[in-house]
């Protein structure tokens, strides 16, 4: 059904600003929250989407590995490689097995977060949470540092310029996830499949040659810009040599890195999601276990060296001696180029979806700041990807896009978040003891003692390398997430108390209406509508614009417990661009020449730095803009919340220990009487508004006795159903309407307004079509399931006309569009 004009078109009165304006046609058009899909993902598209992180990991493990020994054990260390690797394969096989567990208990997003959150609770949960934000963040370095250097090796002219490469390749992926490209796309499978299948064909010609006898070997004595060769075997049982393995151990870990990516996103598969999810990782962890060996053994039988300027790489090394110099051989590898290219850049892409994801839950914990729950102008949250984008090309230009200096900063986080799982698993079947839960029980915990090694070892040996930078943002990050939990946390306590006591009755003023927009109920919104009192307006509307129909609904169900005395809209903002939704309802309310408007939005006041990282600045740009409306006005009202929440917890703990004192004193008096004059004005308001609405029912009505509210028909499906509408006649466009009589019209709601009379309340659904709007009025009721902002609804029963605008009267109707979050 087409939209009212001027919503989405940007062709309102109010122009665009600049910035917009640049936004706009950078990023195209906003999209509106019902574009908000999830695509289901089968086996097959969900290996290929799912596991380049992973997998391409793999294409640098045995070069790290090779780096780390080659100094010390000289030729040996092709020897070494072989039971390093094996070493590594064990750990890599616990790993998988043991999330092969979670994917199979922990459906919903968030992998390891949710596992640690869930089984340790959410502060012990923000260990994790801080080592998989650290992970995406290298990720996106290593990944892209790793893809260059395989480009340099096939066109070593780029060498060179390869921070440059790296930091344009990340605003590329910066700019298309900005414009909401998605990661289920089959186009992001196809580096999965290409790599793997490049790479296991130069394994098989590589063994085959080497049966054969004619696989060609490199001396590393004669090669230039290698790592230096070590003095060979003499000190293989020397401390320094077991420190030495230990280090390449360490490196090659980072072959594991991504292992994880399928247990974030398990609801995405086909159903039985689970059972799907475990088939996948089983794959991908078998794909990944070959191409390690194959490469490591490769390694082994060619001698390819790292070079220390980190191109051209041991994968392309052994590419180019297997499939030798004809033109069959140098396509071939600029195709394992290429692949390891496409795997490599996609790798890091992934962490533009996940950082995002995980930031969100995070926040919606109150371990973050809430500016990283919102979606930005294409429905993905920008703030975090704009901070991941800053973040990684700052770790890229400090590293040089060096592979090998930015893998200390890997796998420490990594690794971190396996123990996590692990140990959360374990705790988890301990908990539930399911049939066959003690060779699970083991399973899940010698992976997370097994990785907790593996983080110690890490700490350890590379700890002058870089890794002392990520145990200090451990240091500073976890406890700086719990202490912003509980900023969050005790404002949330005393709200709960302060929403308790009764409103004082509202005053009388004409010829003034009030709004005070609501973004959540919380103690600034209570002081906003305090203020609005004393303005003694006419009318006082609280409004909240839709962008989140679930906050949405739990926003309504705490206002309606509350009881504030003030009636609350909703106001549907599909596009959220919350300025010009606010402008618009100011321009809607002045029209008539005698109204005056006045606009409030509350403001939590914290310090300068503290408060630009709890809460945005959308107020000031909304009152700037309704601002400059003729009769219109704005105002801010600040709350200090740092003080005021000292003051109510000193207030209620006096409260507290004065009951303590006096257990048994005598019951307290009642509440003082409201003064005359508010009383009456109170009692005239209600009466005039009674008076009202039953003079508007008995005119729809034709004048008649006005027949008690019924209840409204349901959808179909719904809890309380009465049967659905009886067939109807065909649909009326909604500005056809212009008489009392039957009809039956579509629309989507645009607005649900709870109003109260007397001691029973009234449900006004307003919906629109593009010929105009009406309202239906359901009395005896505070709440309709599936009547919400966005959904499209068929109203059929008898309609009338009020103030020139059509209405209906308890009708009759039909969800033909939910909304998603129902």
Not at 578 to 607: F, H, N
Request: proline share 6%; with cysteine.
């Amino acid at each position: 059904m087409p939209e009212p004009v001027g919503l989405l078109d940007g062709r309102g009165s109010q122009p665009d600003g600049f910035w917009y304006t640049a936004k706009r046609r950078m990023l195209g058009p906003p999209l509106v929250n019902e574009q908000l899909g999830e695509q289901r993902l089968s086996k097959p598209l969900a290996l290929g989407v799912l596991s380049p992180d992973g997998i391409s990991s793999s294409a640098y493990g045995t070069e790290e590995i090779l780096i780390a020994l080659l100094p010390l054990a000289g030729l040996a260390a092709f020897t070494l490689i072989l039971p390093m690797t094996l070493v590594i394969l064990l750990v890599m096989t616990l790993v998988v097995l043991s999330y092969r567990e979670v994917v199979m208990v922990y459906i919903r997003p968030g992998g390891s977060y949710v596992v640690a959150r869930e089984n340790f609770g959410p502060r012990v949960a923000q260990i994790c949470a801080v080592a998989l934000l650290i992970d995406y963040v290298v990720t996106v370095a290593v990944q892209i540092a790793a893809g260059t250097a395989a480009v340099a090796s096939a066109f070593p002219a780029i060498g060179p310029y390869k921070l440059e490469v790296c930091v344009g390749v990340v605003l590329v992926m910066c700019y298309g996830n900005l414009r909401g490209i998605k990661e289920a796309g089959r186009a992001f499978a196809v580096p999965t499949y290409l790599f793997a299948g490049s790479v296991i064909l130069m394994i098989v010609v590589g063994l085959v040659r080497e049966v054969m006898g004619n696989l060609p070997l490199y001396d590393p004595k004669t090669m230039h810009g290698t790592y230096t060769l070590g003095s060979g075997t003499a000190g293989l049982i020397s401390g320094v040599m077991i420190f030495t393995l230990l280090r390449a151990f360490a490196n090659g870990g980072a072959s594991l890195t991504g292992i994880e990516a399928v247990s974030d996103a398990v609801g995405a598969f086909h159903p039985p999601e689970g059972v799907n999810a475990r088939r996948v990782l089983i794959t991908e962890g078998l794909i990944l276990g070959t191409l390690v060996a194959g490469i490591s053994w490769l390694a082994h039988a060619t001698h390819a060296t790292p070079y220390v300027a980190g191109y051209p790489t041991v994968l392309a090394q052994e590419a180019k001696i297997v499939f030798g110099h004809t033109f069959l051989g140098q396509a071939l590898f600029l195709l394992v180029q290429a692949a390891t290219m496409l795997i490599l850049y996609t790798g890091g892409n992934t962490s533009f979806n996940g950082f995002p994801f995980l930031t969100s839950y995070v926040a919606g914990d109150s371990f973050l700041p809430r500016w990283l729950l919102k979606r930005g102008h294409r429905l993905v949250f920008s703030n975090a990807i704009i901070l991941l984008t800053i973040v990684s090309v700052a770790l890229l230009i400090v590293k040089n896009a060096d592979v090998n200096s930015l893998v200390p900063l890997y796998a420490i986080g990594v690794f971190t978040a396996f123990s996590m799982a692990g140990f959360g698993m374990a705790k988890y079947h301990h908990t539930h003891r399911e049939q066959g839960w003690r060779h699970r029980f083991a399973i899940n915990f010698s992976a997370g003692l097994l990785t907790s090694v593996v983080v110690v070892i890490f700490a350890v040996v590379k700890f002058a390398e870089g890794a002392w930078l990520v145990l200090v943002l451990f240091l500073v990050l976890v406890p700086a997430l719990i202490r912003l939990n509980a900023e969050y946390r005790a404002e949330a306590e005393v709200l709960d108390t302060v929403s308790g006591e009764q409103p004082s009755p509202a005053p009388h003023y004409s010829r003034r209406v009030v709004f005070v927009f609501v973004d959540s109920f919380d103690l600034a919104t209570l002081a906003a509508l305090r203020y609005a009192r004393s303005q003694r307006p006419t009318t006082i509307r609280a409004v909240h614009f839709v962008i989140d129909n679930v906050r949405a609904e739990r926003l309504r169900e705490k206002w309606t417990r509350a009881d504030r005395g003030v009636a609350l809209d909703f106001i549907d903002c599909p596009d959220r661009r919350l300025t010009k939704a606010a402008s618009e309802l100011a321009e809607r309310e002045v029209q008539d020449p005698g109204t005056y408007v006045t606009v409030i939005l509350p403001r939590r006041s914290y310090s300068p730095l503290l408060g630009r990282l709890l809460h945005d600045r959308t107020a000031d740009k909304i009152a700037a803009a309704v601002s400059r409306i003729p009769r219109s006005a704005a105002t801010i009202v600040p709350y200090d919340v740092p003080s005021r929440v000292a003051v109510l917890q000193a207030r209620q703990a006096a409260a507290r220990s004065a009951r303590l004192a006096k257990p048994a004193a005598a019951p307290a008096p009642a509440a003082a009487e409201p003064a005359e004059g508010d009383a009456a004005q109170a009692a005239t308001a209600t009466e005039l508004a009674l008076e009202a609405d039953i003079a508007a029912r008995h005119a729809l009505l034709g004048n008649e006795r006005a027949a008690p509210p019924r209840p409204a028909r349901r959808h179909p499906g719904s809890g309380d159903e009465q049967g659905a509408p009886a067939a109807a006649p065909s649909v009326s466009p909604i500005g056809s309407v212009t008489s009392p009589g039957k009809a039956t019209v579509e629309g989507r709601i645009r607005v649900v307004e709870i109003r109260p009379v007397e001691r029973n309340s009234v449900l006004a659904v307003e919906i629109s079509d593009h010929t105009g709007s009406l309202t239906a009025m359901f009395y005896g009721r505070s709440h309709i399931p599936g009547l919400v902002c966005g959904a499209r609804v068929r109203f059929h029963g008898p309609a009338g006309i009020r103030g020139g605008q059509p209405v209906m009267i308890n009708p009759a109707y039909e969800l033909l569009f939910p909304s998603r979050d129902q």
